[in-house]
C-alpha cells in the first residue's frame, strides 16, 4: 500500500468568551471534522498545525502538503494595502500571523498548497494579490455569497475557466458550490490566474501555474455538496504523494 502524505490543516482558534459558549473557559482551537474527513477520504494523513509561527519550518519539513482552511473572520487590509478597514471586517491576527509564515513557507518550497474559503483569499495576498473588502459595497447586484440557506448545499453555481488546473481536474464547465463569505479575491496576485467566477463575476478560485500545485476555491469542497467536490481534494492529495516520492528520492 502506498503511504499516506501527511498534509497539514490549519486550526481556527477562539479567545472566550464565546458567544452562546464553547470548547472551554481558555483559549481552544477547533475545526470541523469534515476537513479531515475528506482528506483522509482522498488518501491523505490529515495533522493539525497549532498557531506558532517560529515553527512554521519544523512543519514544512515533515509535511507533504498544506491545506489552508476557512473561518468567520478576515484578512488584515494592511498586509495587501487595502487603505481604511471596513466596519465589517473581524480579524484573527494571531491565526492569520501563522498561516500567512507558513503559507509563504510552502510556496517558497513548491509544496502543493490547498486554500479554502479564506484559506482561499489568503493564497491571493500571499502571491502578491488584493481583496474586496465585502462584496455587497462593491459588487452591483451581487448574489447572497453569504448564503441563507444550509452549507450542506448549494448556494450559486461557478463557471470554470477553460484550460486551468481546476478546469482539468473538475472535467466539466461550472460547478455547484456552497457560499460563506462577504469578502472575495479583486486582484490574484503576480502570475496567478482566475480559474473560477460566480454569476455575478466574483472571484470563486484562483491558481497558479508557476507552482506544482498552488490551488485556491472559495467554496468548501469538504463538504461535498457537488460531486465533483471530491476531485479537487482527489488532485491535491496525489500532488502531495508525488511531493513526498520526491523528497524520500
Known sequence: MTARPLIGLTLDAEEPPVEGGGYSKLPWYAL???YFGAVAAAGGLPVALPHDPALAEAYL???DGLLVTGGAFDVDPALYGGGERHETVVLKEGRTAFEIEILRGALRRDMPVLGICGG????????GGTLIQHIPDA????????QPNPRTEPGHEVALTPGTLLSRIVGAPSMAVNSAH???VDRPGEGAIVNARAPDGVVEGLE?????????VQWHPEYAVDARDGAILDAFVEAA???AARRAA
Do not use: K, S, T
Open 120 to 127: 482561499e483569499q489568503l493564497l491571493a495576498v500571499a502571491l
Open 208 to 216: 497558479h501555474p508557476g507552482y506544482r500545485f498552488c490551488l485556491g
Open 241 to 243: 504523494r508525488g511531493a
Open 182 to 184: 462577504h469578502q472575495a
Open 32 to 34: 470541523r471534522r469534515n
Open 61 to 63: 519539513d515533515r509535511l
Open 139 to 146: 459588487v452591483p447586484d451581487a448574489l447572497a455569497h453569504e
